[in-house]
Antibody, heavy 121, light 107 residues
């Protein structure tokens, strides 16, 4: 059974940094692109970014709202994807979901339960 | 950016009703469109990918159609488990974008 379990969320002050982690279980992690989607309280879904599998260069794509502040990386030996968030803003407050992207269509076929990030002074 | 819109934003319906949700893109997405269902307090769940392909385990009362810039999600006979919010999402171009969602609630 595929499982994605996010961790690392919490309360953080504006301008500070935070790293989220998401181990993937039940599938060959290295074969898949992995991504992050967030949802502000009471709002819709917003794509944050994703990282391709090593077979596709392991490159990343980001939403404009986080480009230059957020960074996605992966450790295939440990089956973990990370979201490093820096220069956090109040508007980054959201539930952050880890997702698996299914090749070749890259739809989000599995989601974690989310970890809440609250940016507040 | 390829902006996605959905209509209606809220849909009140009864068990057994046929329900249709429309998703429009500001630019053509070809057939690269997915639909997700989200229930309160839960993660989204993939229902349909590539416009009309039913995800494994999803009931056949769900169907998707369309192409280019206009797409529909249809629930042929609404069941109690279907009351939720539905999102479309394009994956033709970056940034990947979601529609604002359609909430299906009890009439």
């Amino acid at each position: 059974e595929v499982q994605l379990v996010e961790s690392g969320g919490g309360l953080v002050q504006p301008g500070r940094s935070l790293q989220l982690s998401c181990p993937g279980i039940g599938f060959t992690f290295g074969d898949y692109a992995m991504g992050w989607v967030r949802q502000a309280p009471g709002k819709g879904l917003e794509w944050v970014g994703f990282i391709r599998s090593k077979a596709y260069g392991g490159t990343t794509e980001y939403a404009a709202s986080v480009e230059g502040r957020f960074s996605i990386s992966r450790d295939d030996s440990r089956s973990i994807v990370y979201l490093q968030m820096s220069s956090l803003k109040i508007e980054d407050t959201a539930l952050y979901y880890c997702t698996r992207l299914r090749p070749p269509t890259n739809d989000f076929d599995y989601w974690g339960q989310g970890t809440l990030v609250t940016v507040s002074s | 950016d390829n902006q996605m819109t959905q209509s209606p934003s809220t849909l009140s319906a009864s068990v057994g009703d046929r329900v249709t949700i429309t998703c429009r893109a500001s630019q053509s997405t070809g057939s690269w469109l997915a639909w997700y269902q989200q229930k309160p307090g839960k993660a989204p769940k993939l229902l349909i990918y590539r416009t009309s392909n039913l995800e494994s385990g999803v009931p056949s009362r769900f169907s998707g159609s369309g192409s280019g810039t206009e797409f529909t999600l249809t629930i042929s006979s609404l069941q109690p488990d279907d009351f939720a919010t539905y999102y479309c999402q394009q994956y033709t171009s970056y940034p990947l974008t979601f529609g604002p969602g359609t909430k299906v609630d009890f009439k």
